[in-house]
């Protein structure tokens, strides 16, 4: 299994070419993305933030995983990119 850690996401708007535009938590095996959060809810914001992870990477699967919770399980979000 290969775990890498704060991976850099290039980011390329216009002409405007940045090689570190966004930084994954965790990205696993090249295809899974793992945002670790410690909030009160995951909301909007947070599945917006994978969604454009999933989308720059071509990566097919996210999982926000929310340590501010009382059991893990209800902390544990699973999102899946569109093609």
């Known amino acids: 299994m290969n775990i890498k850690r704060q991976v850099g996401l290039p980011l390329i708007y216009k002409e405007i070419n940045l090689e570190q535009g966004y930084r994954l938590d965790l990205l696993i095996n090249n ?20 969604l454009t992870y999933l989308k720059l990477s071509k990566s097919k699967i996210g ?21």
């Open 31 to 50: 295809c899974v993305i793992v945002e670790i959060k410690n909030v009160e809810a995951i909301n909007d914001v947070h599945i917006a933030q994978i």
């Open 63 to 83: 999982l926000i995983i929310n340590f501010n919770v009382l059991k893990l399980t209800d902390g544990i979000k699973r999102l899946i990119a569109r093609n």
